[in-house]
């Protein structure tokens, strides 16, 4: 059986708690415990929002969410995480792409994401500068290095905003972004 992208509600206690372990395990800084993912799967998991898991062979390896802003026009992507030994074989892609067509359906115009470069030496060409000199050169020339936003940019994201040391000195928050309509 193939992979199979379904909403989060659907999801047995078992799944659930592999949705976490996913969670954990992707973004540790974020999710540190089985029980902090755990919560937050519960807190997200609200009718306004959407949760959507990656599962293939009864088994989670993926798992995104779309939280509305700006009166419904605008979506943000969070979560977003795939099992460490499934990477880099378009599991998160799928679930991005299906995260981007329920936000159209639900009037979206953007979907956007907050990619934090907070690891110690900064994964991109943003992290360790003076981004109040000249921010828009640093954009221009933006290197993704290592960082997930090289993931987003392959997929039609653009940086659309940068909030500097939000994690710390040197540790900015990039702000992607992507046009969920045809102009």
Known sequence: MGMEIINMDRLDNTRLIQAAQVLTDSLPEGWPTLRDAMDEIYRLLVPENTLLAAVEN????GLGG???GYGGKVFEIHPLAVRSDR????IGSAIVAALEDEARKRGGLTIHVGAD???DG????????DLYDDLPGKIRDFSPGTHQSGF???LGYKIIGVMPDAN?????DIFLGKRLWQP
Not at 87 to 90: E, P
Not at 122 to 129: I, K, P, Q, V, Y
């Open 58 to 61: 009864d088994a989670v390896v």
């Open 66 to 68: 779309i939280l509305p």
């Open 87 to 90: 990477r880099r074989q378009g």
């Open 117 to 119: 470069d907070e690891r």
């Open 122 to 129: 900064g994964e991109t060409s943003l992290a360790n500068e």
């Open 152 to 154: 987003y940019m392959k």
């Open 168 to 172: 710390g000195p040197g540790k900015p």
